[in-house]
């Protein structure tokens, strides 16, 4: 009989090496079990925790009573304010009808205004003829009042002029003292001396004319008056034996007398008196060698006559020089000399 050989020696390694491998693996698989367990309950704790915190944070939820107060409270205020809306609507309503009330006051006022304009109008236009009438007729009136007049001049006697001997003119060479006659007030004008001072003063404006065209500068003032000088700068065309050449020079313009006062001197009646300032001055100066110039304004023509009568007496050469009312002493280098008789 034939012996039966016993293979589960051989194949006991093999056997023995799957099932280490199946345990290790039920191993590794209880391992990550209770790893994720331990995570999965550290999670769920914190979880809770946050829940918890949030729970803790969260404002309590008001009281169902505090609720349906507040709903009423809105509530009214809610009617409130609808029955203002409806007043102020109201109110507008009320004020558009009294835009409309003024409007149509506002177009009768108009219309009462333009008819009154209309009337005056009318009326403007009768006052306008009403007026040339009494011009007219006022105008009729002086003429017959003018008339009148010469009638009445025609009766009476005659007057007697007084004549002054009227020698011929002559331009005035010699020294020249100057007067102003101005409101029946004769006072000295010291031209003279002004004039002394105007020499050198322009002599000192010369050098601001290289910057400037004109210089205006005041001297004095000298018994009472002021002289406002300018300077101003020129080219002239001067012939040479290159040519003609332009040249700048410096020249006085003009001068103006400012007098600090129009009440200056004394009037005419007192200066002729022995004891006067004109008596005075004038018994300074030489018939002979002396003109006497007179600046006279309107107003004072009748007392040139009668100091011109006085002088001529005395024999002083008399010069008029008449001044248009508001207008003060003035001269130039382009300005005529006195004519003295």
């Known amino acids: 009989m034939r012996r039966k050989i016993d293979t589960s ?10 099932l280490d491998i199946v345990a290790n693996l039920v191993g590794i698989l209880i391992i990550l079990i209770m790893v994720i367990g331990v995570r999965a309950k550290g999670a769920w704790v914190e979880s809770k925790n946050d829940v918890q915190q949030v729970l803790a944070d969260r404002e309590p939820l008001p009281d169902v009573s505090d609720v349906r107060k507040s709903h009423d409270n809105l509530h009214g205020i809610v009617q409130e304010t609808e029955e203002q809306l409806a007043r102020i609507e109201g109110i507008m309503v009320s004020r558009v009808n009294e835009r409309d009330n003024l409007n149509m006051l506002v177009v009768a006022a108009e219309r009462a205004v333009d008819e009154k304009q209309d009337e005056l109008d009318a009326e403007s236009q009768d006052r306008i003829q009403l007026k040339s009438r009494i011009r007219l007729a006022s105008a009729k009136l002086q003429d017959l009042a003018d008339r009148k007049r010469t009638l009445e001049l025609a009766d009476e006697p005659s007057i007697e002029l007084e004549h002054l001997p009227s020698p011929m003119a002559k331009t005035v060479f010699g020294r020249e003292e100057h007067f102003r006659l101005l409101g029946g007030r004769l006072v000295y004008v010291p031209l003279n001396a002004l004039t002394d001072q105007l020499r050198p003063a322009a002599r000192q404006s010369v ?5 400037v065209p004109s210089v205006t500068e ?3 003032p000298i018994q009472g008056f002021h002289m406002q000088f300018t300077m101003r700068r020129r080219s002239i065309a001067q012939d040479t034996k290159y040519g003609s050449v332009l040249r700048e020079v410096a020249e006085l313009e003009k001068f103006v007398l400012i007098s600090v006062s129009d009440d200056l001197g004394e009037p005419l009646d007192e200066a002729l008196k022995d004891d006067s300032q004109f008596r005075q001055l004038l018994d300074t100066m030489s018939p002979n060698g002396t003109v006497v110039t007179v600046w006279t304004y309107p107003d004072s023509f009748a007392e040139f006559r ?8 005395r024999g002083f050469a008399t010069a008029a020089r008449p001044l248009p009312t508001g207008q003060p002493i003035m001269g130039s280098p382009q300005g005529s000399r006195s004519a003295a008789q």
């Open 9 to 18: 020696a051989d194949d006991a390694p093999g056997t023995d090496s799957f």
């Open 207 to 211: 050098s601001r004319l290289h910057e």
């Open 218 to 220: 005041t001297i004095g």
């Open 306 to 313: 009668k100091l011109k009568a006085w002088l001529y007496e």
